[in-house]
């Protein structure tokens, strides 16, 4: 089964700073999901991605397959951005159940 | 946003008491899963759904049951309602389960007292 870290747990940060939040797994995979939660809030899907890189506004997310690695980057923060980031892989290649880590609270400072 | 409503979003409930929350979709997706959320803890898997009247168990699914009698709908029952079982609980749905996109609906608190 794969076992998700999510680093850092918690990050608080100044507007306008760019971010990034790290995802490691353990098993080789076919895709890795990117999910923001906002407080209070319900869970929406940012990305979904099997290489390379992807980008959405000023949200980019990488992953490196050989390396079992993931970052999510947020380039020129802003308060709106402040949430509980999520990383979520299938329990084992092609699984279609997913690992979920347990998420990165980030706060952006005015 | 993927049409995924939970229902009743907030619920508070005795201890011992059957409890029923509700998932329906508008997607028409195959796979719909039910989670809890706690602190401490990523997102866990209770039972989910491959098809109308196909579920399988996650790995929380002591003390759950579920069903599923058509596309749109699966339902989710705690037959006695345990302190433990006090979470946020998350409906989610995709189309093809393996390499899909999920999309969740926006969670149901259960209190159980």
């Known amino acids: 089964k794969n076992e998700v870290e999510q680093s850092p747990q918690n990050l608080t940060a100044q507007e306008g700073e760019f971010i990034t939040i790290n995802c490691s797994y353990s098993?080789?995979?076919?895709?890795l999901h990117w999910l923001q939660q906002h407080p209070g809030g319900g869970i929406v899907s940012l990305f979904m991605?099997?290489?390379g890189k992807k980008k959405h506004g000023r949200l980019i997310a990488t992953i490196n397959i050989q390396e079992k690695h993931s970052s999510l980057h947020i380039t020129a923060s802003h308060p709106r951005d402040s949430a509980v980031y999520i990383c979520?892989?299938?329990?084992?290649?092609?699984?279609?159940?997913?690992?979920f880590g347990t998420g990165t609270r980030l706060t952006i400072i005015p | 946003d993927a049409g995924i409503t939970q229902s009743p979003r907030h619920k508070v409930t005795e201890t011992g008491t059957p409890v029923t929350l509700r998932c329906h979709q508008t997607e028409n997706h195959r796979y719909m899963y039910w989670y809890r959320q706690d602190p401490g803890h990523g997102l866990r898997l209770i039972h989910y759904?491959?098809?109308?009247?196909?579920?399988d168990k996650g790995e929380v699914s002591d003390g759950y049951s579920v069903s599923r009698s058509k596309t749109e709908d699966f339902l989710l029952t705690l037959e006695s309602a345990t302190s433990s079982q006090t979470s946020v609980y998350f409906c989610?749905?995709?189309?093809?389960?393996?390499?899909?996109?999920?999309?969740f609906g926006q969670g149901t608190r259960l209190t159980v007292v």
């Open positions: 098993v080789g995979i076919s895709a």
């Open positions: 989610a749905i995709s189309e093809r389960g393996r390499n899909t996109e999920a999309f």
């Open positions: 991605l099997s290489s």
């Open positions: 759904s491959y098809g109308v009247k196909d579920t």
């Open positions: 979520a892989v299938p329990r084992d290649f092609g699984n279609e159940k997913l690992t």
